[in-house]
């Protein structure tokens, strides 16, 4: 960049004119403008893909001064640079967030209208970019716009997946069906393709001891290729790159064989290479272990370093001197080969002394540890590691032989058992580890990594997650945003503690209402949606109770439906009690191998077929599941939200991210004590929560009585009669064994405590539903919710790593 940029002269040397305010008249002109040059059509002949193209590009245009004057500054001031890697960006839609942090909403709006065009319309014509699967892929994108909005300079890595994660149908009687996502069909209008930012990644071969380094010969190898997306920050001041990595073939379509008639053979290297960047592994906490993964994890780590070191020895000439420079985020263990593969280009490429390599390596790099499941702490078989990266096994293998000579009373190993532990290895080479909520980074230190951090103390800090206010709040809910706009003035938008400053209007009985109807309009805005696209009415008027995450029993959606049952017989059995109306709403992705999260899916979908149809019920109950939920999806549901459901098994969900979502949006939780719950109940108070279930310890207790979900099931007629109904057919046209799985799970194992926590829950739930009754004092409840959770905005949690762990001052 510095070399090539300077020397043909490309750098705004001042201000251009780019940065000056554009009306919807300049803005109209650049969109016709790229309408004819770049879409080549004339306004009457645009389809609805090329205006939203056009608009893109016009948009685009805008965000290239600020990311180059970034650029500039950085190199200008020789700053350090924060470099994200992580296999997951869940980015979702990109244009409106663009348009908003330029200040181009009402000109766009505008524009596009003059145009002839529906303005949401031209914005939902975006795929949504859905490479990654859940939370923490979720977070990373939010962390890209926080360090944008802060002006810190960063690069976010990680892999251009062809194809995003799975569409999800219910085609088949409720069952989830999977199909290919194609994001990429259509043009990708953010991105810069830059065919000379490429890396050969090699895997397998030889290697060939060289004294103190070594010559590493791979066998097989691939191009990886730079994709580059503008990241701009709130009101445009700073931008920066999202740099993804393509994985090509290096050689060329073999012509040899195409000619002699063998097509498939000819286009066999070029699919071989590709499949690296072909598909997001579609598997959240669960369970995998692939060699393709493995691959992908090293394409994309080893290009990154690559590029830093690159990007390091155009402007140094001493290594010693890259954790000044350099800090590398290792987003889980997804990119833990960072460290070997950092420590192997110190010592094979630059001869620097192993040990220098390894404590240089590791003052550049951080690890976040995202989930304490021991079926998501990644490990690889050794033969697997030394067949793929046979000098990064020596290297791993070596690390490992000088940390057990320094701490030699200690019995903590990298490689244990023909495995590779990679959360072993990330702790050991990286100068600080964080958990992200409070509760979870002390299980961090009393469980997997208790040894090692009685052998580090102080390497183990905690960085609680956050979310980014502008797509959240301001982009999902602008509703909302103008009533805290005229209730405390501008600003917020990156100053999110302000919102406690709306605590004292509160009090205040037009305020509330006037928060009430913002609710009760996101609402019927859902329940059209909903009717729509699902032909389900939904009454605007009862409690929106939403639950939207990956399904997974530790996340406990089965909790939820067997509530639902037994609130269902419950209202069946006493129609006129007076209940209080509710739409239970799920959404939520499995993972395709994930044989009982699909069972809870497919249960589900039963049960809300059967109890829709239910006439006596129909006012008060109702179950509604829309397919394919996604990051537009949760835009759509969160700000229309009474209450979210965060009833995950204590000490099992890190941190959670939607529960700040639906917090800050006025919604009121009921939730467990379990990841940033906890620190979300401490800040809005226990008044203003439903709490619920056993504490962390008191499940690890509970699980010492071998029946106690037998013992929880006798001691609760609701609970007994719920899964009885399901035993019994209720919900499968008669058949009683399609929840067999699943109910002898609960009766027998029940490791996640559904039924130990479910007469605990149910209280809840009728101490939620009196609340509701109370639509005033709810109201009340729901404002201070925005009120007081702020400190989740996804700055705070930037300023928190940047000072904790990156050693970084922001450049504005
Ligand atoms: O609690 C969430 C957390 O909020 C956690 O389950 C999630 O990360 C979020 C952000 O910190 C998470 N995802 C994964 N592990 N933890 C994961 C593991 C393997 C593959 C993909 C994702």
Redesign the pocket.
């Known amino acids: 960049e510095k070399g090539t940029s300077a020397q043909s002269g490309w750098y705004p040397t001042k201000i251009s004119k780019e940065t000056l305010p554009m009306d919807s008249t300049e803005l109209r002109q650049s969109i016709l403008k790229h309408l004819e040059f770049s879409m080549g059509k004339d306004l009457v002949h645009a389809s609805l893909y090329d205006m939203r193209m056009a608009l893109t590009l016009a948009v685009r245009d805008r965000v290239i001064e600020p990311w180059f004057r970034a650029t500039r500054a950085t190199y200008a001031a020789q700053s350090k640079r924060v470099y994200y890697l992580s296999m997951?960006f869940l980015i979702g839609r990109l244009l409106e967030d663009a348009i908003m942090n330029v200040g181009l909403t009402e000109a766009a709006h505008e524009a596009v209208a003059g145009l002839g065009f529906d303005f949401e319309t031209v914005l939902a014509d975006e795929p949504d970019a859905a490479l990654g699967?859940?939370?923490?892929g979720r977070?990373a994108a939010c962390f890209l716009d926080s360090m944008s909005t802060l002006g810190c300079p960063a690069y976010g890595y990680g892999i251009r997946y062809e194809h995003g994660l799975f569409r999800q149908s219910f085609a088949q009687d409720g069952r989830q069906v999977e199909t290919a996502e194609d994001w990429l069909r259509q043009a990708h209008g953010w991105e810069f393709e830059r065919p000379e930012a490429s890396f050969r990644i090699g895997f397998g071969g030889s290697v060939a001891e060289n004294g103190r380094t070594a010559i590493w010969t791979p066998e097989d190898a691939v191009l990886a290729k730079a994709y580059d997306t503008p990241i701009v920050g709130w009101q445009g001041k700073w931008a920066n790159t999202l740099r993804l990595w393509g994985a090509e073939a290096l050689t060329a379509f073999d012509l040899a064989a195409f000619n002699k008639g063998d097509f498939t053979a000819a286009a066999a290297p070029e699919a071989l290479a590709r499949t690296i960047s072909r598909v997001l592994y579609p598997?959240?906490?669960t369970e995998q272990g692939k060699e393709l993964r493995l691959k992908q994890e090293f394409f994309f780590t080893a290009a990154s370093i690559r590029d830093i070191l690159r990007r390091f020895n155009a402007e140094h000439s001493d290594l010693s001197g890259l954790p000044s420079r350099v800090a590398i985020q290792m987003n889980?263990t997804h990119p833990a080969i960072a460290g070997p593969e950092l420590v192997r280009a110190l010592v094979d490429e630059s001869g620097m002394e192993f040990d220098t390599a390894v404590e240089t390596a590791r003052a550049c790099l951080g690890y976040t540890n995202?989930?304490l499941m021991p079926e998501?702490l990644e490990r690889w078989p050794e033969e697997l590691m030394s067949r793929v990266l046979p000098r990064h096994m020596q290297i791993i293998e070596r690390i490992d032989e000088s940390h057990a000579k320094a701490h030699p009373k200690r019995n903590v190993s990298i490689v244990e058992n023909g495995e590779v532990k990679m959360g072993e290895l990330s702790f050991i080479m990286a100068n600080k580890v964080n958990g992200?909520s409070a509760l979870h980074t002390e299980l961090v230190k009393d469980t997997v990594f208790a040894e090692l951090n009685a052998l580090h103390p102080g390497r183990i800090v905690n960085e609680t997650?956050g979310v980014t206010p502008r797509r959240w709040i301001k982009g999902a809910n602008p509703r909302l945003s103008s009533l805290i706009t005229d209730t405390i003035g501008a600003g917020w938008e990156d100053r999110l503690e302000r919102l406690v400053e709306l605590e004292p209007a509160i009090a205040d009985k037009g305020f509330r209402n006037q928060f009430a109807e913002i609710k009760a309009r996101n609402k019927r805005d859902l329940a059209d949606w909903i009717e729509r696209d699902m032909g389900i009415a939904v009454n605007p008027a009862a409690m929106f109770d939403v639950q939207i995450k990956r399904f997974h029993e530790y996340k406990r959606q089965h909790l939820n439906i067997l509530e639902t049952i037994a609130l269902w017989q419950e209202i069946r059995a006493n129609p006129g009690a007076g209940w209080a109306p509710r739409v239970k709403i799920f959404g939520g992705k499995a993972a395709p191998g994930y044989v009982m999260a699909k069972e809870i899916i497919h249960l589900i979908n039963n049960v809300a077929r059967v109890i829709n149809a239910d006439t006596t019920t129909r006012d008060v109950l109702t179950v509604v599941y829309p397919p394919n939920y996604n990051v537009t999806m949760a835009e759509r549901l969160i700000p229309a939200s009474d209450l979210s459901e965060q009833i995950s098994t204590a000490g099992k969900?890190?941190?959670?991210?939607g529960n700040m979502k639906f917090s800050l949006n006025g919604a009121l939780t009921i939730g467990t004590l379990d990841?940033a719950n906890v620190e979300i109940r401490d800040l809005v108070g226990p008044e203003n929560f439903f709490l619920f279930g056993m504490t962390a310890s008191e499940v690890v207790e509970c699980r010492k009585t071998p029946d106690h979900a037998a013992r929880a099931i006798k001691a609760s007629n609701r609970l007994g009669a719920a899964i009885e109904m399901i035993e019994a057919g209720a919900f499968s046209n008669g058949d009683t064994e399609m929840y067999h799985g699943l109910t002898q799970n609960l009766r027998g194992h029940d490791y996640f405590t559904v039924c130990a926590d479910f007469d605990s829950y149910w209280d809840a739930q009728r101490r939620v539903d009196a609340a509701w009754g109370d639509q005033d004092n709810w109201t009340r409840m729901a404002a201070i919710n925005t009120a007081r959770t702020g400190w989740f905005s996804s700055d705070r949690t930037i300023q928190g790593y940047m000072a904790d762990v990156w050693k970084i001052t922001p450049m504005i």
């Open positions: 997951e699967n859940g939370g923490l977070l598997d959240d906490t889980d995202h989930t998501a992200v997650n969900e890190a941190s959670g991210t990841g």
